[in-house]
């Protein structure tokens, strides 16, 4: 994992990923510690959610990604609510579910051009994988994005 680096608010964070070896900073998405055009790609699992301006974070992750360079991201789908296992309301600090149609809107007014959005349901066993398998199509739990910050 070559140029691999967490970035987190949270001091404890910090503390999982320093007793694991891992490099970590400690940061804020609206406000990366990186210089403009210096990275390849930047990966957010379950964090646009959270904001209540999304938008600031779609701007730091541009300025900060390459022409050509990648962005990832994994969100709850406005379906998550339904789900008694891992429900958005459960989490207080959870802001907005996202839509296909929202975060398609919300990526391509941050500048980006979308490789594809998927959604998905997770399992913790068998069974469950493949009930999430169909899930996932009709009524996924989550949205994964990949989108590019054009060349130009």
Same mark, same amino acid.
């Given at each position: @994992?070559?140029?691999?680096?967490?970035?987190? /608010?949270? #001091?404890?964070?910090?503390?999982?990923?320093? +007793?694991?070896?891992?490099?970590?900073?400690?940061?804020?998405?609206? +406000?990366? /510690?990186?210089?403009? +055009?210096?990275?390849? =790609?930047?990966?957010?699992?379950?964090?646009?959610?959270?904001?209540?301006? #999304? @938008?600031? @974070?779609?701007?730091?992750?541009?300025?900060?990604?390459?022409?050509?360079?990648? !962005?990832?991201?994994?969100? #709850?789908?406005?379906?998550?609510?339904?789900? /008694?296992?891992?429900? !958005?309301?459960?989490?207080?600090?959870? =802001?907005?579910?996202?839509?296909?149609?929202?975060?398609?809107?919300?990526?391509?007014?941050?500048? !980006?051009?979308?490789?594809?959005?998927?959604?998905?349901?997770?399992?913790?066993?068998? #069974?469950?994988? !493949?009930?999430?398998?169909?899930?996932?199509?009709?009524?996924?739990? @989550?949205?994964?994005?990949?989108?590019?910050?054009?060349?130009?």
């Amino acid at each position: @994992m070559e140029g691999v680096l967490g970035l987190d /608010p949270e #001091p404890s964070a910090a503390r999982i990923c320093d +007793a694991q070896g891992l490099p970590f900073l400690l940061g804020d998405a609206v +406000a990366l /510690p990186f210089g403009p +055009a210096s990275l390849d =790609v930047v990966r957010a699992k379950e964090v646009i959610e959270h904001l209540t301006h #999304p @938008m600031s @974070m779609l701007r730091e992750v541009h300025r900060v990604l390459r022409p050509g360079g990648l !962005f990832l991201c994994h969100v #709850p789908s406005q379906f998550s609510a339904l789900y /008694p296992v891992g429900n !958005f309301w459960d989490d207080y600090t959870h =802001v907005r579910p996202l839509s296909r149609v929202g975060l398609r809107r919300l990526l391509e007014d941050g500048g !980006f051009e979308i490789g594809f959005i998927r959604g998905y349901t997770s399992g913790r066993n068998l #069974p469950e994988r !493949f009930l999430g398998r169909l899930l996932g199509v009709v009524l996924p739990h @989550m949205w994964r994005a990949l989108a590019r910050k054009p060349l130009s």
